[in-house]
């Protein structure tokens, strides 16, 4: 076999084509494809030779029980870990544990790979304040529900949310605090927007995350008259920003009616569905964006231009009471809208 190798480097040393080292070594009986010349070629070419390295005895490499024990810890500190990224750590590159071998170290200690789900999951008090939410929206009827004014803050970048999964003993086990952060990349933009059942409203870039005093400070700028005189209805989810004592302090003071939305259901927020339809649009024209300015630039434009939006800001308003039921029927269920 190794002679084998050395008549291709023999014939490609001589100024042989490939084509012609293949039918040359035919003449002498050896069938290589021309794929397999070229890389033995580029492998002579970079290591100075194509010697057959000895396999080893099949043995695996003994680990110890501490360099286990590393493994373990930086999946329970870190649950949504990739093996990639555990393999890159300096202290298992220090030990030379491979993937396929952290995989084995992890299932056999009990751990398993499970999907992390979207959201967090409902608790027993969740479902119920949900139903109730349905229930008094549909008290309140369809016009009230059209002077509602959907808000949020969210952020926008050029980069998928991921991984999907964590390394668990249990799949009840997920610490979706953790597990659920937003990854930060060096292409994001935070953005708060607003819309109406008439359209999008409002789409403001926000140079820091929120708080309570720089969220106050939105209000005051970007809430219209409307707010003011009882005609809109404001709606945030519960971020402490939106529900802390000066931001409700404020909001009664300026007389600015607050529907009590429920926790964790942002399947029963239409900016949340429009804010999907906007990280597609956007991530699917990725390749030509270069800067948080064109980023925010081409946001900006598909939020007040893009049909699709429009389209489903109107639909939504639209079957926002068929929502309601649904959530009754289901018994506080979350919507796969």
Request: with cysteine; net charge neutral; proline share 3%.
């Amino acid at each position: 076999m190794q002679g084998n190798r050395n008549s291709v480097i023999a014939f490609k040393k001589a100024s042989y084509s490939t084509k012609q080292t293949q039918e040359e070594l035919r003449e002498l009986g050896i069938q290589y494809s021309k794929r397999h010349i070229n890389r033995l070629w580029s492998t002579f070419q970079k290591d100075g030779h194509v010697n057959v390295q000895k396999p080893n005895s099949g043995r695996p490499t003994k680990y110890s029980e501490e360099d286990k024990e590393k493994i373990i810890q930086m999946v329970n500190d870190k649950p949504d870990i990739s093996l990639k990224r555990i393999e890159a750590n300096e202290e298992v590159k220090e030990i030379g544990m491979k993937q396929s071998t952290i995989r084995r170290v992890l299932i056999d200690n009990g751990y398993q790979a499970y999907k992390i789900p979207y959201i967090l999951p409902l608790k027993e008090i969740d479902y119920i304040n949900r139903v109730n939410y349905a229930k008094s929206m549909l008290q309140k009827g369809k016009r009230y529900i059209k002077s509602l004014c959907f808000s949020d803050e969210t952020y926008f970048q050029m980069e998928k949310y991921g991984p999907q999964f964590a390394w668990v003993q249990e799949k009840t086990d997920i610490p979706l605090e953790k597990c659920l952060k937003k990854k930060q990349y060096p292409l994001s933009v935070l953005c708060w927007a607003m819309i109406s059942n008439k359209g999008p409203l409002k789409f403001i870039q926000l140079e820091n995350t929120m708080n309570s005093e720089r969220y106050i400070e939105l209000l005051e700028n970007e809430l219209e008259e409307g707010f003011y005189s009882g005609d809109l209805i404001l709606q945030h989810d519960n971020a402490r920003c939106h529900v802390s004592k000066i931001t409700n302090e404020w909001l009664e003071e300026n007389q600015i009616e607050v529907i009590n939305f429920p926790s964790y259901s942002p399947d029963l927020s239409i900016v949340e569905n429009i804010f999907g339809i906007l990280k597609q649009e956007i991530y699917s024209i990725r390749e030509n964006i270069e800067n948080k300015e064109q980023l925010f630039s081409q946001l900006h434009h598909f939020f007040f231009n893009s049909e699709i939006i429009k389209k489903a800001i109107h639909s939504a308003y639209n079957n926002y009471h068929n929502w309601l039921h649904q959530v009754i029927q289901s018994q506080g269920k979350q919507l796969a809208n």
